[in-house]
């Protein structure tokens, strides 16, 4: 009977994700993390080897191949533990828990993640990458393993010690118990002031390498520039995001930017791409282009969609990412020789323009950029550079692909789908909003009994969601709200917060990241902290923020005014991860909208405000008939419409109606 509730075999064959199938040929005998294997660890007394990685991950690959792939690793894993699994893609609550004991072990985080865990799932040591034998400083994996089991058999004790102080830190840091704090502008301020200090203001990001995208610091300098007319925070916005779009971390050829630089100049990407990433970036050149009417940006944004619509697309929805890696070599796709490229007079200005060389920019091989001085170029070149271009994305279509991780994300499809419908208002561009609602309609057709997936691959559907598939799906909603003035969008919203609130409120008001069905884990993850993107509270103060305003719900308002205040008292008590909160209660403290009240949406007015978004603002028409009676803010009164106007509400405050797009531009336009 033993035998047959725990095989002895590899069981990711049949998982929902990819980045598991990848690992389904391995010898070791992996199981994906659920009761199932956490009661085989707790019957037969094994510690647990717990891998947490994702389908883009280069050195989880690495780690594969040298260990999970070789039979004497594989032997040494199944004799001495139970093997799981995970996908921190699709299970981002046990990233986050195990992540957390790693940092309290001293450790710097990465992936692969790899714990020793209890059979109960405490974990009591970990590490991330490690090669089969020790090199690179690091100790093999073969005497890790070996040392581990024998600790776990022989100094019992010394575990108990390290399960309750890494237990504690896990709580600690991830379930925060903490005052509420009440929303003051002041905080905000100083925290962008802080973000500003640590920018690079001659190469934008964060000073020091790695650089990455730093999406929710990106927010809070913006913020700040509307909120106050910090016109240093719009301008170290600015140069972040035009030097990585020039830099090599953007793909040139073919759109769409990498996770990070490895080095601080913006040049040497980790190659892969993620589509959170990409619906970020759209979003923040959306806004760039309207400050600016800089070109770059509004190209960068054409390229993007022109990957997503070419590369990305799975059933309707958005893939997850691509890989680094092809043929076993990282960034092998999109780096390129001198004998390469076409040796043609025509092909000499891309060189000089596209930092192509002999010796190259990394490791005897070009990474394309535009980063150095002669960047800048006249119209007649740019169009005979972009024809060298399509001749070379032609050439580097016949490479092996990057493998792609299929899966469809739903809190990152929200994410794409929010930004596709914000700049296809400012562009104009309805191939871009029929591409995010084909999203959209995919997503709400893959529920079942009112709850959304976290996962879809397939005929595969991964349940329960979690909060920030709600949230980020209530912002996407929101967005094709305003794009459309369809109000079915806000009928959605409504329906996914009342499945939020059921399904992830927790007995203290606030919200968790994991359902409440969602069991098998050590601690009930809060999501307070940031990632690559905001936080998952972060998401849902915004959602639950715009929600209000577009609904005119006062009760709705109050709440989401409570659950900022609780947050920000959670967050101030972190080191870092803190922005995605921050910037969203800064939203509920001033709520805007403006109302549009006109014959037709299509009018000048509405015209008007698409060229000016506003991540604060929420826009809203009413279609105009005489004397019209409507109420611009909960509890005010009725006022009665004479002519067509537009109405700017600041909180309880409307500023006097205008009427043409001249005056409504005065109110719109950022002012320094």
Known sequence: MWITMHQQANLLGHESSPYLRQHANNPVHWRPWGNSA???????????????????????????????????????MNALYVNIKVDREERPDIDQIYMAALAAMGEQGGWPLTMFLTPEAKPF??????????????????????????????????????????????????????????????????????????????????SGAPKFPNAPFMDT????????????????????????????????????????????????????????????????????????????????????????????????????????????????FYVWTSGEIPDRPEFETFRRAYDVSEQGNWEGKTILNRLHKRASLDVGIEQQLKRARQVLFAIRDKRVRP???????????????RALAEASRLFAHQDWLDLALASYRSISESMVDGRLPHSVLGDSRLFPGLSSDYAAMINAALSCYQATQDKAFVEDARRWLVALGRWHRTADGNYALSASDGANVIVRVRGDQDEAIPSATGQIVEAIARLAVVTG?????????????NA????????????????????VLEPMK??????????????????????????????????????????????????????????????????????LETLLRPVP
């Open 38 to 76: 956490l009661n085989e660890a707790r019957e037969t007394g094994k510690p647990i080897l717990l891998s947490v990685g994702y389908a883009a991950c280069h050195w989880c690959h690495v780690m594969a191949h040298e260990c999970f792939e070789d039979a004497e690793v594989a032997t040494l």
């Open 221 to 332: 300098l913006w913020l700040s520039w509307l909120r106050n007319g910090e016109k240093t925070h719009r301008d170290a916005f600015l140069v972040s995001l035009r030097t990585m779009l020039q830099g090599g971390i953007y793909d040139h050829l073919g759109g769409g930017l990498s996770r990070y630089s490895v080095d601080d100049q913006w040049l040497v990407p980790h190659f892969e791409k993620m589509l959170y990433d990409n619906a970020q970036f759209i979003r923040h050149a959306t806004y760039a282009y309207a400050e600016t009417g800089d070109e770059l940006f509004r190209i960068r944004i054409e390229e993007t969609v022109g990957w997503l619509q070419r590369e990305m697309l799975v059933d309707r929805r958005f893939a997850s990412s691509l890989d680094a890696d092809s043929e076993g070599e990282e960034g092998r």
């Open 568 to 587: 920000l008292g959670r967050v101030l008590q972190q080191r870092y991860g803190q922005a995605g909160v921050l910037n969203s209660a800064s939203l």
């Open 403 to 417: 493998g792609r991780d299929d899966k469809a994300l739903t809190d990152w499809n929200g994410l794409m789908i």
């Open 125 to 206: 040591w970990g590490g991330t990458y490690f090669p089969k034998h020790s090199r690179y400083g690091r100790p093999g994996f073969i005497d890790v393993l070996q040392s581990i089991a024998r600790v776990w058999r022989e100094d019992r004790g010394r575990v108990a010690q390290n399960v309750e102080a890494l237990a504690a830190h896990v709580s600690g840091r991830l379930d925060v118990k903490a005052e509420a704090s009440p929303l003051d502008q002041h905080l905000f301020d100083q925290f962008a002031a802080n973000i500003y200090g640590m920018v690079d203001l001659a190469k934008g990001g964060l």
């Open 594 to 663: 403006l109302i549009v009240v006109t014959p037709d949406k299509d009018d000048e007015l509405m015209e008007l405000a698409s060229r000016f978004p506003d991540p604060r603002r929420t826009d809203i028409w009413i279609e105009f008939n005489t004397n019209k009676k409507i109420e611009l803010v909960p509890g005010a009164g009725e006022v009665t419409i004479k002519k067509p106007a537009a109405y700017l509400c600041r909180g309880l405050v409307c500023l006097a109606p205008v009427e043409t797009a001249g005056e």
């Open 553 to 565: 719900d006062e009760t709705l308002r109050q709440h989401a005014e409570k659950i900022a205040e």
